[in-house]
């Protein structure tokens, strides 16, 4: 069972910025993707951002050209870097993996509930 461990999160002004880093116990395979959802109170889960092993990146559309999703597959380690945050960013953030037959990162946010593996969260809060 692949272990996912997220950190990273606090809290920040509007405008600010975080990076949010997820610690795999095992990397997805060669078709894997990982990627990042998140889930305010009272909402639905999210998706936020995927990469697949080759680096390709998809993004949901209410964090387009402001979040940025990155990999060090020698560090087992995946990364959100989210800068201009909002308000409505606040949610606990989610690591997850598919680690294989991944068909895109467009797939992987769509498509929550085939995914192989999720880590505990990691809270953001935007507020001023």
């Known amino acids: 069972q692949v272990q996912l461990v997220e950190s990273g999160g606090g809290s920040v002004q509007p405008g600010g910025s975080l990076r949010l880093s997820c610690i795999a116990s095992e990397y997805p395979y060669s078709s894997g993707c990982m990627g990042w959802f998140r889930q305010a109170p009272g909402k639905e889960r999210e998706g936020v951002a995927a990469?697949?092993?080759?680096?390709?990146?998809a993004y949901g559309d209410s964090v387009k050209g402001r979040f940025a999703i990155s990999q060090d597959k020698a560090k087992n380690t995946l990364y959100l870097q989210m800068n201009y945050l909002k308000i409505e960013d606040t949610a606990d953030y989610y690591c997850?993996?598919?680690?294989?037959?991944?068909?895109?990162?467009?797939?992987?946010?769509?498509?929550?509930?085939?995914?192989?593996?999720w880590g505990q969260g990691t809270l953001v809060t935007v507020s001023s």
């Open positions: 990469i697949d092993n080759d680096g390709r990146t």
């Open positions: 997850a993996a598919k680690m294989s037959g991944c068909y895109s990162g467009h797939w992987f946010i769509r498509e929550p509930s085939r995914l192989d593996a």
